[in-house]
């Protein structure tokens, strides 16, 4: 069984909450309050931020050009393609790029970007893989479900986001690092795999956590 299968069994129940949480619930179906999403694009641009940075040192970790190439790749398309969803979100919401940009951090983007800049710093590829899996992973599953509700991506204000997370490019992408997260794990001890593991489960709990800070709008108490 592929590395990936494993995780994808283990973990069904996590990835069903992620899904079932109201605040994707709401997207889909296009109830969700707009300032709930105005206080996720924000975190979500801060979020990103850090994210790019695993795909630096993706390319600094990568043992051949190929590979060195598909993240500094992936670090352009999420600056200038994903981050430029979120800009375009923050104009509709009277929002400019700088305040976007100085907009304070809540505890959970701090807790979700440091752990994953963290385990990709300390370890080796394949820990900084497993870190940035569920997010690439988990959008593509979430975008294909909301897609496949009638008139979700038509939606006025929330359609753009579906259309995005749903289409093949992304797709792609999470199945590029799919197969590098099984080429990686192939080969390496079961406790070697059991630490991917626990990195893995722990960014889909963050993912969940995302979610739930966003629904709540929770900054420090
Ligand atoms: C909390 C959070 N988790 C996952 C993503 C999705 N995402 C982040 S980078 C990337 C791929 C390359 O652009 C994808 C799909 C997000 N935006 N926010």
């Known amino acids: 069984m592929k590395f990936s299968e494993r995780l994808q069994q283990k973990l069904r129940p996590i990835w069903r909450q992620n899904h079932d949480h109201p605040f994707v619930q709401e997207l889909g179906n296009g109830t969700l309050a707009k300032e709930k999403f105005r206080f996720y694009m924000i975190q979500d641009y801060l979020y990103l931020i850090e994210y790019s940075k695993l795909f630096a040192l993706g390319a600094v970790k990568a043992a051949d050009l190929g590979t060195m190439g598909k993240f500094a790749a992936l670090l352009h398309a999420t600056l200038h393609d994903e981050m430029a969803l979120h800009r375009s979100y923050a104009a509709r919401f009277g929002i400019s790029e700088d305040e976007l940009e100085e907009a304070e951090p809540s505890p959970i983007t701090l807790a979700y970007t440091h752990y994953m800049l963290h385990e990709a710093q ?72 059991a630490k991917l593991e626990t990195i893995f489960l722990n960014t889909t709990r963050f993912e969940y956590m995302f979610w739930d800070m966003s629904y709540h709008g929770q900054m420090w108490p």
């Open 122 to 193: 300390n370890g080796s590829l394949a820990e900084l893989v497993a870190a940035l899996l569920p997010c690439m992973w988990g959008y593509w599953e979430i975008g294909k479900e909301l897609n496949a509700i009638p008139g979700a991506a038509e939606h006025e204000l929330y359609g753009e986001w579906i259309r995005m997370y749903s289409s093949p490019e992304y797709g792609e992408l999470a199945g590029w690092c799919i197969d590098l997260l099984d080429t990686l794990a192939a080969g390496k001890t079961e406790a070697e795999l």
